[in-house]
């Protein structure tokens, strides 16, 4: 049974948290939390079960989940731990897939960064043609088996 002296206001359940009142309020909003009781004076009352919420959220999105991702999740744990589990499961996997996808990509945009910055061009030779903003981004390059060449960028 939950009495009034167990719940707590708002920048308690903030303090407690370590979050912003602005975000318990977008969390209750969202529909992350549950519509907390109200004062005579109309403050928020929150009960502790709140607290654990708030604290499930931050560390869920630890994980690179997103609100929406957490919000399904609870609605699965209602339906009981098989299901949640199981729909926590599916979701890892597809966020694994994901970051293996970002990490190749993120992988040869470095790739093609060294080999820019390993081309780089003399501040003579851009002097010298002419480029609308900076040469080490405008100029073509074209790659070959470790070797490098400068094609100035036709305008």
């Not at 403050?43 to 997103?66: C, D, H, M, N, W």
């Not at 299901?83 to 293996?100: G, Y």
């Not at 903003?133 to 094609?151: L, S």
């Amino acid at each position: 049974m939950v009495t009034d002296r167990s719940l707590y206001q708002i920048g308690e359940v903030a303090k407690q948290t370590d979050c912003s009142i602005d975000t318990i309020r977008f969390y209750e909003k969202e529909g992350l939390l549950v519509t907390p009781s109200r004062t005579d004076g109309g403050f928020r009352k929150y009960a502790p079960q709140a607290v654990e919420r708030i604290r499930f959220i931050k560390k869920a999105k630890s994980f690179g989940l997103t609100l929406s991702e957490i919000k399904q999740i609870m609605r699965e744990s209602e339906k009981g731990l098989e299901n949640c589990c199981r729909h926590v499961n599916a979701i890892f996997t597809h966020k694994l897939d994901e970051l293996e996808s970002k990490i190749k990509e993120l992988q040869t945009m470095k790739k093609g960064l060294r080999a820019l910055m390993g081309s780089w061009i003399p501040l003579e030779k851009a002097r010298s043609q002419r480029f609308s903003i900076c040469p080490q981004i405008e100029v073509e390059r074209k790659f070959k088996k470790g070797r490098k060449h400068h094609v100035k960028k036709k305008s």
